[in-house]
């Protein structure tokens, strides 16, 4: 299972890490990212990172503000998130995918409030 903390409500341009822990299955071997869903919107792929070359991959919306980080000693990912703006409040939620038999968990979500 995934096990999120991290949420919060946080002023414009704050910061925010979000933690994602792993358990009962082996975590390093699991490509993670992380989704987002707004009020009325569909979960929308945010981030993610390859497994073998760590590449990150993200949408426009996060570039440049958003990271993703994994600490597989810890089965931990991490989501760290600057700059935030109203329109990044959401539920996030991570996910764990294998690619070889196309199993996958997610995380409870998490709610962002980005607010002043």
């Known amino acids: 299972q995934l096990v999120q903390s991290g949420g919060d409500l946080v002023q414009p341009g704050g910061s925010l890490r979000l933690s994602c822990l792993a358990s009962?299955?082996?975590?390093?071997?699991?490509?993670v990212s992380w989704f987002r869903q707004a009020p009325g919107m569909e979960r929308e792929f945010i981030i993610g990172?390859?497994?073998?070359?760590?590449?990150?991959h993200y949408t426009d919306s996060v570039s440049g503000r958003f990271t993703i980080s994994r600490d597989d000693a810890k089965t931990t990912a991490y989501l760290d998130m600057n700059g935030v703006q109203p329109e990044d409040t959401a539920v996030y939620y991570c996910?764990?995918?294998?690619?070889?038999?196309?199993?996958?968990?997610w995380g409870q979500g998490t709610q962002v409030t980005v607010s002043s």
């Open positions: 990172m390859d497994l073998s070359t760590k590449n990150t």
């Open positions: 996910q764990a995918r294998n690619l070889i038999d196309g199993a996958q968990y």
């Open positions: 009962g299955f082996t975590f390093s071997s699991y490509v």
